[in-house]
């Protein structure tokens, strides 16, 4: 129990904060704490209905996308004359990716596949402030996990919150007076989170969440963090740890190696029954060394006991199981999906090498990724990734 070049652009926060004033981080010091939402996790065994007797865990991960593309901000000049237009258009395209409706099609996506476990990884709130009269009013809010539960809700869905851990958050000017240092009169702030779900016939024993030792600091003493949420639970006579995580893009690899030291060495060792990694972990399988989507990370877990569910479920590579990436705005026309980089990896006892598989029964499908997945009106991907979805049915005996 537990207490760039290539075409995906890389969406990391580290332009976006290293544009903000300390004047924009201070004026929202006394705002309300991002991504509170009620049934939250705890540290303790959590009750619920009645329990699943069937063998099967099913397993889905997501990336949920920030909703914009952030590069017109790499490298942004603060005192440049068109600064706060830059940040104005970065914050349009968050609007207009239209978080509420996309998390209508997540809540559809989970519907469908009806998975015990739900790991979503960039997970945004946005609240927009007007502090023109001297004290911030909240003048919108845009909150992705607020919607996909009210939207799972109003399908008649069981989900609560399992785990959340809130990573990256600060603030963005929107407009200002022409003082010095410039008096922030409107302003955005956001939090990023990695989140898991539990359906409601789901046996949780507890959750565990926490940040990375590694991350990237930034100017004005703000911080690019990653983290993780591992939950236990009990399910057909077996322990899982299910573990969710968005590790560090391709573009700073020594940070994603030191995280992915972090998660073999420590959060998940010693694990007892079947430990579960899902996420987003940057680390594209279907490319080679060399590859601006590639890092040694999907290798080093395979190494290190992992099989991965799409592989065992699809032998011989007749699938290929693209996860990423749709266009910024989500208006494709066709699916841009080239990269695997989602994963559901799972490890149980010892395995004699790579080609390893796990004693039992595998399915996965990528969903999220057909036309008919489009969003109700306006016609967006449900996010710029699509989800995964495993289901593991796995021999009740593994030789340790």
Do not use: K
């Amino acid at each position: 129990m537990y207490a760039s070049q290539h075409r995906r652009r890389d969406r990391r926060m580290v332009p976006a904060l290293a544009l903000v004033g300390l004047g924009a981080m201070t004026a929202c010091s006394d705002l309300a704490e991002p991504l509170a939402v009620s049934g939250g996790p705890s540290d303790n065994p959590v009750a619920h209905g009645p329990r699943d007797g069937g063998r099967d865990l099913t397993v889905l991960t997501h990336n949920t996308y920030v909703g914009a593309d952030l590069a017109p901000l790499f490298g942004a000049d603060p005192t440049a004359p068109d600064f706060l237009s830059v940040v104005n258009a970065a914050w349009t395209a968050v609007q207009q990716s239209e978080i509420a409706e996309r998390a209508e099609a997540l809540a559809d996506e989970i519907a469908d596949g009806a998975p015990h476990v739900v790991g979503l990884q960039e997970v945004f709130q946005f609240v927009e402030f007007d502090a023109s009269s001297g004290t911030p009013t909240v003048v919108q809010t845009l909150d992705m996990l607020q919607a996909l539960m009210a939207a799972l809700g109003s399908r008649g869905l069981d989900y609560s919150l399992a785990g959340v851990q809130v990573n990256t958050s600060g603030a963005l000017p929107l407009a200002a007076l022409p003082t010095n240092p410039p008096t922030f009169t409107r302003f955005v702030q956001f939090a990023d989170a990695d989140v898991v779900l539990a359906r409601g016939d789901v046996d949780l024993q507890g959750s565990a969440a926490g940040a990375f030792q590694d991350d990237v600091p930034l100017p004005g003493g703000l911080i690019l963090s990653r983290g993780w949420v591992r939950v236990e639970l009990e399910h057909g006579g077996t322990t899982y740890h299910v573990l969710n995580t968005h590790l560090e893009g391709q573009s700073l690899p020594s940070v994603q190696a030191a995280q992915v030291d972090e998660l073999l060495e420590s959060v998940l060792a010693g694990l007892d029954g079947v430990t579960v990694l899902i996420g987003d972990l940057n680390s594209d399988a279907a490319a080679g060394p060399g590859a601006p989507s590639w890092t040694p990370t999907y290798d080093r877990l395979l190494d290190a006991g992992f099989v991965d569910a799409w592989v065992q479920a699809h032998p011989g590579g007749n699938r290929p199981g693209y996860t990423c990436c749709q266009d910024p705005d989500l208006r494709n026309a066709a699916s841009n999906l080239d990269e695997r980089i989602d994963f559901v990896l799972v490890r149980s006892g010892s395995h004699p090498g790579p080609s390893w598989r796990l004693p039992g029964r595998i399915s996965a499908d990528v969903v999220g990724d057909e036309l008919s997945d489009l969003t109700d009106p306006t016609g967006l991907w449900p996010a710029d990734h699509a989800g995964l979805l495993a289901s593991l049915r796995l021999a009740p005996v593994v030789v340790q």
